[in-house]
């Protein structure tokens, strides 16, 4: 087991009819004018805008509303808003959404409170501390952003798609997440959802790190929790259980608890994925979906006995040698993936040979990628040819 | 699933080499005058307060000292340290010990604030939400209180051993933990933690919340870790990645993230066990691990699947009906106390029926207890009587 640090101190308020709650929580914490920023218009389609809008009424704060952030959020978009803070004097920041607004959210935070670029913190040219408060109500479970400290951002004209932290200061001071919101949006969005949050999880499970107990037994149970309930979902979108199951689980894969004692993650697969969604228009966790069957088949030799205990643990295969388990174990993930509809081959998302080595030579910008094996350009480039496989 | 809030704010330094930290931790949040408190010799003979000490000075940090915390830690001394840290004008209180210190510490801290008498706290009387800020570093790992809200103290006259919280005040700012200290305790301190760790996932567990998979999963993991490296630290009591599992597991059972979605725990045993420590020189583990099988067996026929799912999912337990696994389960958490030197029985440390009527009148005095059955005296006398037995 590593040392480490482990401090969240994001409030997470959960559950049905939670959401009207927010203004009195921007109230308490003596916040007046605050930022309300969203993404498209389901907000108005499943009552949440109305939720929020007149709980911001019912506490006297006032609110300067910004929609349109998207998918694969942009850093044009972060910096417009980032201009709205300043000129109108914003206290805090209330993302409305999911990752993408509640990223966006984070760099807008940190830049309304950073005289200089603030893309110079994605480069890593600039280390920030200081935020406007972020507030959140999640309405889409994924990316896990409503409790942690991570962003990620596309700078458009570079086709780079570059994650930040603010430090503590990024944390949301509260996340509220009613579960019950989610059963309106299209199944892809909680398939899509699905499979972000398993491959956080496989990020820190796969990290190389051992004497990993605890955090093992924590990973499996997530993820078996995630397939039950996901599972359920398919057939049965509005189960409120197996929603509030899948939420909380998205949210706990990446709230820093499951990388303690860890490295805290390979993540060479969410490299790799950035550079697909920074050139298509595909959701992060279809192209997850797609690489990280692809990753593990390319470097489970490394440690065959963790491969095979997430097929024994999480897929109850017992049969066969360490590597016939582990290969076994990631066919079982793929297969996972086609049965709830996600694409799990390029061929599905019509990226062919020819367009992979200008992704390749995306990805390798931020090279050496990953921790249980360094990936520079050529494996990324083998990782990519099995992806292209059916 | 319940609705839930779920907020903990303490950051936790963990592994080792980390208590020399403590003093650059205190100069960073900006304080210049500590109590130091302690209980036994031990930390003299394990270097800690040695180290404690030196960073303390190396930071400029001016202390108190106050040492002679006892096990199941009384009131009179928290009086006496009030006094203390309001004559001296106390900026935070660092808590180095195990349980009994660092709740001393909460109620001292949250004494310190108020001008009234602490105990109104613990009856009720008054709700409290100041204390001095807490600092902890844990060298003995058991209640979990290193990362949560709550203190034990024990009212020696009345022997009233009850709870109390000052709300989000009562959280450690920081906790430090460095599981290779704890390798120098006897080994029945180990296994008195364990056994606390595990019982606090108990009531946690039988709760009696239905469509708890998340945190039942967590549950079930933290068990298995548990059993697994307290078996190899009794014959291997050195093993620094087995201690370090144990020590992770025993901070996380209690930190609030295993009763999110559930009823925040059932308590009974808790409270029955007190009564016994409030009059014997006992060990709280050592009274649990008599008291926990005793409501089990008292209590399961109300939820005998959740029972049954214990002794699948922690002791492999496949055979027989949902009663016969019930069962089964329930002996396996005694035969495991039994194969660690834990008392199964109030026998075994010489409390016979004519004890049993002045420790049920003192349990009942905060009755019904518990959740998943509502226990008045009656019962209450039930569970004791059960916990004669052998």
Redesign the interface.
């Known amino acids: 087991?590593?040392?480490?640090?482990?401090?969240?101190?994001?409030?997470?308020?959960?559950?049905?009819r939670?959401i009207e709650k927010i203004g009195e929580e921007l109230k308490l914490n003596g916040f007046k004018k605050v930022l309300f920023l969203y993404g498209k218009n389901s907000i108005f389609n499943n009552g949440v805008y109305e939720t929020v809008t007149n709980s911001l009424k019912n506490n006297n704060i006032d609110s300067v509303e910004v929609g349109g952030i998207k998918p694969n959020p942009v850093l044009s978009k972060v910096y417009e808003v980032i201009e709205i803070c300043k000129k109108e004097k914003i206290d805090a920041v209330l993302a409305v959404g999911g990752g993408s607004v509640i990223d966006s959210a984070k760099a807008i935070a940190a830049g309304a409170s950073y005289d200089g670029d603030i893309w110079d913190a994605f480069e890593g040219k600039v280390s920030l501390n200081t935020s406007l408060p972020i507030f959140t109500v999640l309405t889409l479970s994924a990316t896990g952003s409503e409790m942690n400290a991570f962003a990620v951002i596309t700078k458009e004209n570079e086709k780079k798609k570059w994650a930040f932290t603010a430090g503590v200061s990024s944390f949301p001071k509260v996340s509220i997440i009613d579960p019950s919101i989610q059963s309106s949006l299209p199944i892809e969005q909680t398939t899509h959802g699905a499979v972000d949050a398993m491959s956080h999880i496989f990020e820190l499970y796969f990290d190389g790190t051992d004497?990993t107990?605890?955090v093992d037994?924590?990973s499996?149970?997530?993820l078996?929790?995630i397939i039950?309930?996901t599972r359920i979902l398919l057939n049965d979108h509005k189960n409120y259980?197996s929603r509030?199951?899948l939420v909380?689980?998205a949210t706990?894969a990446l709230n820093g608890?499951n990388g303690?004692?860890r490295k805290w993650g390979d993540w060479a697969t969410h490299n790799i994925e950035h550079s697909i969604s920074a050139y298509y228009d595909i959701a992060h966790g279809a192209g997850l979906a797609i690489m990280f069957p692809a990753w593990m088949k390319y470097v489970y030799k490394i440690k065959p006995e963790k491969f095979a205990r997430l097929a024994e643990k999480v897929f109850a295969i017992t049969e066969g040698t360490v590597e016939q388990k582990a290969l076994s174990g990631i066919e079982a993930v793929k297969n996972f993936y086609k049965e709830i509809n996600e694409p799990t081959s390029l061929a599905d998302i019509n990226i062919t040979e020819k367009d992979i080595p200008e992704l390749v030579e995306n990805a390798a910008l931020q090279a050496p990628l990953g921790r249980l094996k360094k990936l520079v350009k050529n494996d990324i480039e083998s990782i990519f040819k099995i992806a292209l496989i059916k």
């Open positions: 087991m590593e040392n480490f640090e482990y401090y969240n101190p994001t409030k997470i308020i959960f559950g049905k939670t004497n107990d605890i037994e924590y499996e149970g997530l078996r929790t039950k309930h259980e509030a199951q909380w689980a706990l608890s303690t004692g």
